[in-house]
Protein backbone atom coordinates (compact mmCIF):
# COMPACT_ATOMS: atom_id res chain seq x y z
CA UNK A 1 0.00 0.00 0.00
CA UNK A 2 1.25 3.39 -1.17
CA UNK A 3 1.97 6.12 1.59
CA UNK A 4 -1.14 8.23 0.06
CA UNK A 5 -3.68 5.19 0.25
CA UNK A 6 -2.30 4.62 3.42
CA UNK A 7 -2.85 7.98 4.87
CA UNK A 8 -6.25 8.46 3.41
CA UNK A 9 -7.36 5.26 5.46
CA UNK A 10 -5.62 6.39 8.71
CA UNK A 11 -8.07 9.65 8.14
CA UNK A 12 -10.88 8.23 7.75
CA UNK A 13 -10.02 6.11 10.99
CA UNK A 14 -9.50 9.15 12.72
CA UNK A 15 -12.75 10.92 11.49
CA UNK A 16 -14.22 7.93 12.68
CA UNK A 17 -12.73 8.16 15.89
CA UNK A 18 -10.85 4.66 15.51
CA UNK A 19 -7.59 6.52 17.11
CA UNK A 20 -5.40 3.44 17.70
CA UNK A 21 -6.19 1.97 14.19
CA UNK A 22 -5.52 5.31 12.68
CA UNK A 23 -2.25 6.05 15.39
CA UNK A 24 -0.60 2.52 14.31
CA UNK A 25 -1.29 3.36 10.35
CA UNK A 26 0.16 7.10 10.90
CA UNK A 27 3.06 5.76 12.50
CA UNK A 28 3.99 2.80 10.50
CA UNK A 29 3.87 5.57 7.80
CA UNK A 30 5.96 8.13 9.19
CA UNK A 31 8.89 5.44 9.75
CA UNK A 32 8.96 4.25 6.46
CA UNK A 33 9.58 7.19 4.81
CA UNK A 34 11.57 8.83 7.80
CA UNK A 35 14.87 7.99 5.65
CA UNK A 36 13.40 9.45 2.20
CA UNK A 37 10.84 12.08 3.13
CA UNK A 38 11.69 14.53 6.17
CA UNK A 39 9.19 16.72 6.07
CA UNK A 40 6.19 14.37 5.25
CA UNK A 41 7.36 11.57 8.24
CA UNK A 42 7.41 14.37 10.66
CA UNK A 43 3.65 15.41 9.48
CA UNK A 44 2.83 12.35 9.76
CA UNK A 45 4.79 12.24 13.17
CA UNK A 46 2.12 15.10 14.52
CA UNK A 47 -1.15 13.40 12.40
CA UNK A 48 0.03 10.09 14.89
CA UNK A 49 0.48 12.67 17.82
CA UNK A 50 -3.03 13.88 17.71
CA UNK A 51 -4.47 10.16 17.40
CA UNK A 52 -2.80 9.94 20.76
CA UNK A 53 -4.11 13.07 22.27
CA UNK A 54 -7.75 12.26 21.04
CA UNK A 55 -6.77 8.84 23.24
CA UNK A 56 -6.23 10.96 26.01
CA UNK A 57 -2.58 9.44 25.98
CA UNK A 58 0.60 10.87 25.77
CA UNK A 59 1.80 12.06 22.95
CA UNK A 60 5.78 13.44 23.32
CA UNK A 61 7.77 10.48 21.87
CA UNK A 62 5.60 11.16 18.49
CA UNK A 63 5.99 15.18 19.17
CA UNK A 64 9.76 14.92 19.68
CA UNK A 65 10.03 12.46 16.24
CA UNK A 66 8.24 15.36 14.75
CA UNK A 67 10.49 18.31 15.87
CA UNK A 68 13.59 16.30 15.68
CA UNK A 69 12.85 15.63 11.72
CA UNK A 70 11.55 19.43 11.54
CA UNK A 71 14.62 20.47 12.50
CA UNK A 72 16.24 18.37 10.59
CA UNK A 73 14.94 19.30 6.90
CA UNK A 74 15.72 22.81 8.64
CA UNK A 75 19.52 22.43 7.98
CA UNK A 76 19.04 20.01 4.24
CA UNK A 77 20.43 22.09 1.58
CA UNK A 78 17.76 20.72 -0.80
CA UNK A 79 14.81 21.93 1.49
CA UNK A 80 12.28 24.70 0.10
CA UNK A 81 9.92 25.23 2.93
CA UNK A 82 12.97 25.78 5.56
CA UNK A 83 11.21 28.51 7.38
CA UNK A 84 7.85 26.80 7.64
CA UNK A 85 9.47 23.41 9.39
CA UNK A 86 11.15 25.95 11.67
CA UNK A 87 8.16 27.42 13.02
CA UNK A 88 6.04 23.99 12.81
CA UNK A 89 9.78 22.54 14.64
CA UNK A 90 8.60 25.36 17.26
CA UNK A 91 5.54 24.54 17.94
CA UNK A 92 6.30 21.27 18.64
CA UNK A 93 9.18 22.27 21.07
CA UNK A 94 6.15 24.76 22.94
CA UNK A 95 3.78 21.16 23.25
CA UNK A 96 7.00 19.82 24.64
CA UNK A 97 7.72 22.40 27.54
CA UNK A 98 10.81 22.83 25.57
CA UNK A 99 10.95 26.98 25.70
CA UNK A 100 14.58 27.87 24.81
CA UNK A 101 14.61 25.66 22.15
CA UNK A 102 11.45 26.47 20.71
CA UNK A 103 12.79 30.64 21.09
CA UNK A 104 15.62 29.34 19.47
CA UNK A 105 13.74 27.86 16.32
CA UNK A 106 11.43 30.99 16.39
CA UNK A 107 14.26 33.05 15.99
CA UNK A 108 15.90 31.12 12.90
CA UNK A 109 12.33 31.60 11.38
CA UNK A 110 11.91 35.17 11.83
CA UNK A 111 14.97 36.15 10.12
CA UNK A 112 14.38 34.63 7.53
CA UNK A 113 12.79 36.17 4.47
CA UNK A 114 9.19 36.99 5.36
CA UNK A 115 6.46 34.77 3.73
CA UNK A 116 3.98 37.22 1.66
CA UNK A 117 0.83 36.47 3.88
CA UNK A 118 -2.44 35.13 1.52
CA UNK A 119 -5.44 37.39 1.75
CA UNK A 120 -7.44 34.88 0.15
CA UNK A 121 -8.58 33.07 3.52
CA UNK A 122 -10.99 34.29 6.16
CA UNK A 123 -10.06 35.85 9.26
CA UNK A 124 -12.25 34.39 12.54
CA UNK A 125 -12.06 36.28 16.00
CA UNK A 126 -13.33 35.30 18.86
CA UNK A 127 -13.43 37.92 21.68
CA UNK A 128 -16.05 38.79 24.19
CA UNK A 129 -14.25 42.66 24.34
CA UNK A 130 -15.80 44.85 21.58
CA UNK A 131 -12.84 46.94 21.83
CA UNK A 132 -10.47 44.62 21.43
CA UNK A 133 -12.16 42.49 18.64
CA UNK A 134 -12.41 45.90 16.54
CA UNK A 135 -8.80 46.38 16.95
CA UNK A 136 -7.86 42.80 15.64
CA UNK A 137 -10.64 43.63 12.77
CA UNK A 138 -8.73 46.95 12.16
CA UNK A 139 -5.20 44.70 12.17
CA UNK A 140 -7.04 41.93 9.37
CA UNK A 141 -7.91 44.67 7.35
CA UNK A 142 -4.65 46.72 7.58
CA UNK A 143 -2.68 43.70 6.65
CA UNK A 144 -5.34 43.25 3.70
CA UNK A 145 -7.84 40.95 4.66
CA UNK A 146 -11.48 41.76 3.60
CA UNK A 147 -13.57 38.56 4.74
CA UNK A 148 -13.86 38.51 8.56
CA UNK A 149 -16.06 36.93 10.78
CA UNK A 150 -16.04 38.06 14.51
CA UNK A 151 -17.90 36.08 17.36
CA UNK A 152 -18.55 37.32 20.92
CA UNK A 153 -18.69 33.81 22.30
CA UNK A 154 -17.21 30.81 22.06
CA UNK A 155 -19.86 28.83 21.29
CA UNK A 156 -20.97 30.86 18.26
CA UNK A 157 -17.09 31.15 17.30
CA UNK A 158 -17.48 27.09 17.04
CA UNK A 159 -20.78 27.23 15.20
CA UNK A 160 -19.27 30.15 12.49
CA UNK A 161 -16.42 28.20 11.70
CA UNK A 162 -17.86 25.05 11.47
CA UNK A 163 -20.53 26.88 8.83
CA UNK A 164 -16.82 27.65 6.66
CA UNK A 165 -15.66 24.46 7.07
CA UNK A 166 -19.10 23.26 5.44
CA UNK A 167 -18.03 25.82 2.69
CA UNK A 168 -15.16 24.41 2.05
CA UNK A 169 -12.84 27.39 3.79
CA UNK A 170 -10.00 26.81 5.88
CA UNK A 171 -9.81 30.17 8.11
CA UNK A 172 -7.03 31.85 10.47
CA UNK A 173 -8.65 31.86 13.98
CA UNK A 174 -7.90 34.76 16.64
CA UNK A 175 -9.11 33.28 19.85
CA UNK A 176 -9.34 34.98 23.43
CA UNK A 177 -8.72 32.91 26.22
CA UNK A 178 -10.82 33.91 28.64
CA UNK A 179 -14.33 33.82 27.31
CA UNK A 180 -17.57 34.06 29.23
CA UNK A 181 -18.97 30.74 27.93
CA UNK A 182 -15.70 28.15 27.41
CA UNK A 183 -12.16 28.41 27.91
CA UNK A 184 -9.72 28.89 25.18
CA UNK A 185 -8.31 25.31 25.08
CA UNK A 186 -11.57 24.08 24.65
CA UNK A 187 -12.81 26.12 22.30
CA UNK A 188 -8.98 25.29 20.29
CA UNK A 189 -9.48 21.47 21.00
CA UNK A 190 -13.67 21.84 19.70
CA UNK A 191 -12.30 23.19 16.69
CA UNK A 192 -8.94 20.90 15.80
CA UNK A 193 -11.35 17.77 16.68
CA UNK A 194 -13.90 19.55 13.43
CA UNK A 195 -10.27 20.29 11.48
CA UNK A 196 -6.93 18.97 12.38
CA UNK A 197 -5.00 21.78 9.77
CA UNK A 198 -7.08 24.74 11.41
CA UNK A 199 -4.26 27.43 12.41
CA UNK A 200 -5.32 29.27 15.61
CA UNK A 201 -3.83 32.15 17.23
CA UNK A 202 -4.16 32.74 21.48
CA UNK A 203 -4.83 35.59 22.45
CA UNK A 204 -4.21 36.02 26.60
CA UNK A 205 -3.15 38.64 29.57
CA UNK A 206 -1.22 35.58 30.30
CA UNK A 207 2.46 34.78 30.51
CA UNK A 208 3.44 32.05 28.20
CA UNK A 209 4.59 30.17 30.71
CA UNK A 210 1.07 29.29 32.39
CA UNK A 211 -0.60 25.96 33.01
CA UNK A 212 -3.52 27.32 31.15
CA UNK A 213 -1.70 28.73 28.59
CA UNK A 214 0.65 25.91 28.09
CA UNK A 215 -2.32 23.73 27.98
CA UNK A 216 -3.97 25.26 25.49
CA UNK A 217 -0.43 25.46 23.35
CA UNK A 218 -0.21 21.95 23.51
CA UNK A 219 -3.76 21.22 22.44
CA UNK A 220 -2.07 22.55 18.61
CA UNK A 221 -2.14 26.14 18.62
CA UNK A 222 -0.05 27.88 16.16
CA UNK A 223 1.55 30.84 17.28
CA UNK A 224 0.44 33.26 20.59
CA UNK A 225 -0.11 37.08 21.12
CA UNK A 226 0.21 38.43 24.98
CA UNK A 227 -2.24 41.50 25.26
CA UNK A 228 -1.51 44.54 24.90
CA UNK A 229 -0.42 43.37 21.32
CA UNK A 230 0.53 45.96 18.38
CA UNK A 231 -0.08 45.63 14.56
CA UNK A 232 3.81 43.90 13.93
CA UNK A 233 2.65 41.25 17.02
CA UNK A 234 -0.63 40.40 15.06
CA UNK A 235 1.04 40.25 11.67
CA UNK A 236 4.05 37.97 12.83
CA UNK A 237 1.35 36.10 14.62
CA UNK A 238 -0.98 35.37 11.63
CA UNK A 239 2.45 35.31 9.45
CA UNK A 240 3.16 31.65 11.11
CA UNK A 241 -0.36 30.46 10.80
CA UNK A 242 -0.17 31.46 6.91
CA UNK A 243 3.44 29.87 6.91
CA UNK A 244 2.00 26.88 8.76
CA UNK A 245 -0.92 26.52 6.05
CA UNK A 246 1.24 26.44 3.17
CA UNK A 247 3.48 23.49 4.28
CA UNK A 248 0.55 21.34 4.78
CA UNK A 249 -0.82 22.01 1.34
Given at each position: M????S?????T???N????TA??L????????????L???A???????????????????EI????D???K??????STN??????C????LL?L????K??VAY??????????I??????V?I?D?K???M??K???????YS??H??EN???G?K????LF???????V???????????D????KL??????????V????E?T???????I??G????I?K????????NA?D??ES?YS???
Amino acid sequence: MDTKTSCEIALTHLKNKQFITAHNLFLNQAELIKKSDLLKSALLYMLASECRNRQGKNSENEIKQASDLFLKYSKAKDSTNVKGALLCASKCLLSLGEFDKAKVAYQKAKLMFQTPISTIRPIVIIDDSKSIAMKLKTYAEKLGYSEIHVFENGKDGVKGCKKLFSENQTPVVLLDMGLPDLEGDVVATKLLNEKIDLQIVVITADEKTTTRVNKTISSGVSAFIQKPFTLDEVKNAIDIAESEYSLLQ
